[in-house]
């Protein structure tokens, strides 16, 4: 399988842009939701769905796509958006963003949206799931036919249970399996130094048995040169740390936790716009 | 076997029902490729070493991390295989109630959960190792099945319908070695009570260990006083639970009594209760642990304590019937 679009890097760069500004309009006509971490990860779903994922939007469970695995569902309006732009469902439908009846829940579900893998928003569990995939993918003898991609943010770092899961990849090296931490630094309550610090995530990772690279969330040549590196790793599954900007992209929300779960008004949102169009 | 048979432990085989999971789902093995067993570090205790020593390969060892266990078992199932967790009830779906919730119930993930040491009938370990709200917190969860097999025999054939069944199941299992009542060929089928004896005065409804003691009980009572008639059900599932055999007893009889190893509050007798002052109300008691922990002990001094004993039963049945 091959990824449909397979965008070049300028052409990524433009994509970005204009998934940015759906989703700032999905999220003010939702009212509720979060928005500076789907903004910081703008970038990488892009590469990933224009670029790096294998898949194919006529045929959504063909066995041997790659599966992207959404950890902290909460940054879902950037899945919904990069996904309604890759063809998924129309772009009209991210208005139903949590709405009644709506297919784009609150937090992901997979018995409403097909092509989301897992439903997810309870922190920790992610990498588990997707930990328990790569297995079935060996035991079922498609281990080389496909990736299996965790999204987490850095704050579930702070669940046991994603350490359990970081023991059992490396045990059973899990090498088509590679996580990406959404390392923004800021959750509910304040950054994540404060709240509680993660440092070395770099060491920690490295001492778990893990392949571990580092690479600017925002920068999409960067994007695509560590993800595709991690791709080749073999015997053992590779951790990359994503240092996103949260909000990257909109002056007012960039790098301010305050923005970790709310939604701009409208007036804030033709801010926003009037910024990105500004950049496009 | 004729019901007075029963009464002479002695004369029965006894084997842990826990074991009969592990062996029902290692004969499972054989025909089903598609099958893989976990374990946290409890691979002989919960009896998953049949299945272990006889296919490696779909063994999964995950340490004592039930948590994790049960996320890399919805992501099994997730990617096509049908997991089977062998663990402490206590830890398998106590300390891992919502992974459960969001990574196999939610999703509607076939993972069949194999829970021993349910109950105070867990003995010596004491209190913390001793579920006793299980049926509670598992029952209320939506597309999760909830069964409590008797005895060994029923534990085997509890194993084989859940893989049947595709769907979430969590399977109560008791530690130690009790008295094998049904049979190998017993049928046994999700959502249908066994009635193991008619009668007419009172209706007791039994689960997992207690049905054994509620046989004693029901068969003791016979040889004292001809007079009392009392109708057995054997509800090995909890959920869902089978209305029709519990409503059409309940009409019959007019009183219900419910005996669980397991707290009274949410457990098998609530879930009775809820069946019958829905559609049928009447006077109910539930025997089981009310408001308590357990404690160390053996178990039959344990079960005779809380009162779900035969003597415990026995004297339940003849004060709610005079």
């Not at chain 1, 139903?96 to 409403?112: A, D, Q, V, W, Y």
């Not at chain 1, 040169?225 to 991690?230: G, L, R």
């Not at chain 2, 432990?9 to 499972?28: D, Q, S, T, W």
């Not at chain 2, 069964?147 to 534990?155: R, V």
Request: net charge negative.
């Amino acid at each position: 399988m091959n990824n449909p679009f397979n965008y070049n890097i300028d052409e990524l760069k433009k994509t970005a842009n204009i998934i940015r500004q759906d989703l700032i309009k999905m999220l003010v006509e939702a009212g509720s939701g979060h928005t500076a971490g789907p903004l910081g990860m703008a970038d990488i779903f892009t590469a990933f769905y224009f670029n790096l994922l294998r898949y194919d939007t006529k045929d959504i469970e063909n066995p041997n796509r790659d599966r992207l695995i959404l950890s902290n569902g909460h940054i879902c309006p950037i899945r919904y958006t990069a996904m309604a732009h890759a063809g998924f469902f129309e772009i009209e439908e991210l208005k139903t963003f949590r709405k009644f009846n709506t297919r784009l829940e609150g937090h992901p579900s997979i018995h409403s949206l097909p092509g989301l893998e897992t439903s997810s928003g309870p922190l920790g569990e992610g990498l588990s799931l997707s930990s328990g995939i790569a297995l079935a993918s060996r035991m079922r003898g498609e281990e080389n036919d496909y990736n299996i991609f965790c999204l987490m943010s850095d704050a579930e770092q702070e669940e046991g249970m994603t350490w359990e899961a970081a023991m059992f990849a490396s045990k059973y090296k899990l090498s088509n399996l590679i996580g990406i931490i959404d390392y923004n630094n800021i959750q509910i309550d304040g950054k994540v130094e404060d709240v509680m610090p993660l440092e070395p995530i770099v060491d920690k990772y490295k001492a778990f048995n893990w392949s571990v690279m580092e690479m600017n969330g925002n920068d999409m040549e960067d994007i695509l040169n560590t993800i595709n590196k991690a791709i080749e790793v073999k015997n053992k599954p590779t951790m990359i740390i994503a240092r996103n900007t949260p909000g990257k992209g909109v002056s007012m929300f960039e790098n301010n936790y305050k923005w970790h779960g709310i939604t701009p008004n409208k007036e804030q949102g033709n801010n926003a716009l009037r910024e990105l169009q500004h950049n496009a | 076997m004729l019901l007075k048979d029963y009464l002479d432990e002695e004369k029965l085989e006894k084997k842990p029902v826990r074991e009969g999971a592990g062996v029902g789902v290692m004969e499972l093995g054989a025909e089903k490729d598609d099958i893989v067993v976990l374990t946290a570090d409890v691979s002989s205790s919960a009896r998953a070493n049949f299945f272990e020593e006889k296919y490696p390969d779909r063994f999964i060892q995950c340490g004592v991390a039930e948590q994790n266990m049960a996320g890399i078992a919805g992501g099994l199932a997730y990617n096509g295989m049908r997991p089977f967790i062998f663990a402490y009830s206590v830890f398998a779906v106590g300390r891992n109630w919502e992974p459960i919730r969001t990574t196999i119930a939610y999703p509607n993930n076939p993972v069949v959960i194999c829970a021993s040491h349910a109950g105070v009938a867990t003995g010596e370990d004491g209190a913390t190792h001793q579920m006793t709200e299980d049926i509670a917190i598992m029952r209320t969860m939506p597309n999760m099945t909830v069964l409590s097999p008797a005895d060994y025999n029923e534990a085997r054939l509890a194993v084989k319908a859940a893989y049947e069944l595709k769907a979430p199941v969590y399977i109560r299992l008791i530690r130690g070695a009790t008295p094998i009542f049904t049979k190998p060929d017993t049928p046994f089928k999700i959502g249908k009570a066994r009635v193991l004896q008619e009668g007419s005065d009172v209706t007791l409804i039994a689960t997992g260990i207690t049905v054994y003691e509620a046989l004693q009980a029901v068969e003791e009572l016979r040889i004292e006083n001809q007079e009392l008639s009392v109708e057995l059900i054997n509800l090995h599932t909890i959920k869902p639970i089978d209305k029709e055999t519990i409503i059409a007893s309940a009409k019959k009889t007019g009183k219900v009594i419910t005996v669980e190893d397991h707290q009274i509050e949410g457990g098998m007798g609530s879930a009775v209760a809820e069946v019958l002052s829905e559609n049928y109300p009447l006077p109910i008691k539930r025997l089981g642990l009310n408001n308590s922990f357990g404690s160390t002990g053996d178990p039959k001094s344990l079960l005779a304590h809380f009162g779900i004993n035969r003597d415990g039963i026995k004297k339940a049945i003849i004060s709610f019937t005079s």
